[in-house]
Structures are given as structure tokens and as C-alpha cells.
């Protein structure tokens, strides 16, 4: 067991090292870092007479307008509402200074926060088998899972928080509102010579902001780029969205949203991620059965580094495993156990009125038989 424990940590670090970790905060909140990094528009303050309060933050009506369009170019929102499913499957490159690490990956969506997310890393293997794992979040019982080579753990903490993030079934414009965030229209700017507006994003606290820029000339997405502070020094990422194809529903309705399959993201100017999709599908009705628990045996570490103890303990039937939460909560303090400080002291006395209850001797050991 401590041999597969050893593969799967060293599974999980590659993984981990493989991943890319979108973490958003604001500009004006980071570090010194943020001078280095070279900003090619400069924010313009355009006060909208017409701006509306959204949880604590301002939504101009001219950003409302450059999104409305943008929705209308995929596809519109009565085709949007309509999605029910969908999944995708992709290539994605990961580039460093060593060399290039491929992912075959399957991602499957489904309403009410269902996710599935199957990974093939090309060029390595554990115990001579592909390195592959399987990442799930049911949002109906709060609870995520991995399965790797035959076993199981909990999907928690930051690895579930970077799973989750940033995954839409339908489009993240069509409940900008009603999930609390905000809009401003702050300029415009140029995209590979395409003329772009820019409009951007900020949740209810206005520390997490992003920066959407969207083509005048055909309304889509082009680009969306946002600070990165979750590192030792702050970066500049950018995600470029190329090729939009209509991609038609499997439901026989003959809607069709367009989709872009090539994305490529940039980490202080140098292409870092690229991702090739080469089957989308909407609408496929995909079942429940692929959001439940996998089965495997429990895994006694987490996937992100933390030491769990077993959830079903030896030669016994396993139950139902206990909820957990999103963050994984219980509720209680995990800090050291202090040691006693009165070894070595004089006890002290009983405060004045308060009863004295006398400490029952323990019984004697029975006497051992001699033979």
C-alpha cells in the first residue's frame, strides 16, 4: 500500500505541476509584480448615467449591450436556456522550458452543477499503466471524488475550488446578474489587428476582476486576460478564443450554438496552454450514473497532499460514506493537542463553596497464576 501510495503522490504532483490554477484578484491588490507586467490598454473611466447597482457593484448600460450582442452571435439566449447537457473533448498542451506534455481530456456538464472530467496524460505511466485519473463533483450531494489507478478520495479544498471554477454548461453572460457580478465598459483595444471591446467583470466584493474583450466586427469573444497572484510573483494571463464553429444540438431541435475549438492561453506574453477540441456535443442526455461515486478502493491520502484517515476500516462491510461539504467542513478545530501543565506542580485548591467530589480508587490488578 505505501508503494501505490508513492505512485499516486507522484501522480498527483504532475498532475498538479500540469494543471493550470486560475486564481483572480484584483489589479489594484497586487503585488509590486504587477509594475513588470506590461499593460497594453490603459483603463478609461466612462461614467454611464444610466448605471444600475448589482450587489454592491455597478453595471453600465453600454457593457449590458456589448454582452447582449456577444450572446446573440453564439446563438441567443432562448437557444442558450435550452442546453442541458454537454460534453467536450480535447487535446491540451501544456508548454515549459522542457518540453511539451499532452492531455487527452473528456469533460462532461450537466444542469444542477454536475461534472465529470476524464484524463489521459500522454508519455507516462504508473506501474505500467497510462497515467489516467477521473475527476467528478455532484453538485445535487456536495461532493467530488478521484479515481485513480483502482482507488478513490475525496475531491476537497483548493483541487476541488480549481476543478469547479470556470465551468459553464450553457455561457457565464447568460446569469452574469443574478450571480452577483458586475459590468463596466472600460475601453477599447485590438486583438491579433481585431478591433475589440472591452468590458469588465466584477464579482460582489470588487476584489476578483476580469477583462472580456469582445470583436466589434462580429460580436465574439476574442480574448479575456486577468492577474495571476496565487504564485510567488504575480502574472499576466491571457485566453485567446479562435475558430468558432456552429456546433448543432443532438436533440433533433435544430439549434445550434456556436463554439470555439481552438483556445490558447498566455502567461506574461508566452504561450503557456493550448487546447484543440475535436468533439462537442449538446444535448446528448447524458446520465446521472456518470456523476455518481465511482467505485475503488478508498484512498487513505488526498489527491491534494493531505493525510486522511481510512473511511472504511478493515475486514468490514463498507457503508454509505459520510457528506461532505464544498470546503469539506466539520465544524471543528484541527490545531495540536496542548500537553498537560499541571506535571510537576502543587494542585490547586477548590474555589470556596464549590463541591469536592473524592477520586475513586482504581480496583486492584487481579494476581497473576503462577504455573
Not at 140 to 149: A, C, D, R, S, T
Request: charged share 30%; aromatic share 10%.
Amino acid at each position: 500500500m505505501s508503494r501505490l501510495t508513492g505512485n499516486l503522490f507522484c501522480g498527483a504532483l504532475l498532475v498538479s505541476a500540469f494543471c493550470v490554477t486560475p486564481v483572480l484578484w484584483t489589479q489594484e491588490g497586487a503585488k509590486k509584480g504587477t509594475k513588470q507586467v506590461e499593460d497594453l490598454f490603459k483603463k478609461v473611466d466612462l461614467k454611464s448615467q444610466d448605471e444600475k447597482k448589482v450587489f454592491g457593484q455597478k453595471s453600465d448600460k453600454v457593457a449590458e449591450a456589448v454582452v447582449a450582442r456577444y450572446l446573440d452571435a453564439i446563438g441567443g439566449k432562448d437557444v442558450l436556456v435550452l442546453v442541458k447537457d454537454r460534453m467536450a473533448k480535447f487535446r491540451n498542451i501544456k508548454y515549459s522550458a522542457t518540453g511539451e506534455t499532452e492531455a487527452v481530456i473528456a469533460l462532461y456538464l450537466k444542469r444542477g452543477h454536475k461534472y465529470r472530467e476524464e484524463w489521459e496524460i500522454k508519455g507516462f505511466k504508473i506501474k505500467d499503466a497510462p497515467l489516467a485519473f477521473t475527476q467528478i463533483y455532484n453538485g445535487e450531494l456536495q461532493e467530488g471524488w478521484v479515481k485513480m489507478l483502482g482507488t478513490v478520495s475525496p475531491l476537497e479544498g483548493r483541487t476541488l475550488s480549481v476543478f469547479v471554477w470556470d465551468k459553464q454548461v450553457d455561457d457565464f453572460f447568460l446569469h452574469w446578474q443574478e450571480d452577483g457580478y458586475g459590468l463596466k465598459m472600460i475601453g477599447q483595444g485590438l486583438v491579433d489587428d481585431d478591433a475589440a471591446d472591452i468590458v469588465e467583470v466584477s464579482d460582489f466584493t470588487g476584489r476578483q476582476k476580469i477583462r472580456y474583450f469582445f470583436s466589434k466586427k462580429t460580436g465574439l469573444l476574442l480574448k479575456k486576460e486577468w492577474f495571476d497572484t496565487s504564485g510567488k510573483q504575480t502574472v499576466k494571463k491571457e485566453q485567446f478564443y479562435k475558430l468558432y464553429r456552429p456546433i448543432k444540438f443532438k436533440d433533433k431541435s435544430n439549434h445550434a450554438l456556436k463554439f470555439p475549438l481552438k483556445v490558447e492561453i498566455h502567461v506574461d506574453g508566452d504561450l503557456d496552454t493550448q487546447r484543440q477540441y475535436t468533439d462537442i456535443q449538446y444535448n446528448q442526455n447524458l446520465k446521472d450514473a456518470l456523476f455518481a461515486k465511482p467505485e475503488g478502493i478508498p484512498f487513505t491520502g488526498g489527491i491534494d497532499g493531505t493525510k486522511k484517515t481510512p473511511r472504511v476500516p478493515a475486514a468490514t462491510k463498507a457503508g454509505p460514506a459520510p457528506p461532505v461539504g464544498v470546503h469539506a467542513g466539520r465544524g471543528r478545530s484541527r490545531g495540536k493537542k496542548k500537553g498537560s501543565k499541571t506535571r510537576g506542580q502543587t494542585p490547586k485548591k477548590p474555589a470556596a463553596g464549590a463541591k469536592v467530589v473524592p477520586v475513586k480508587p482504581a480496583p486492584p490488578n487481579p494476581a497473576k497464576k503462577t504455573p
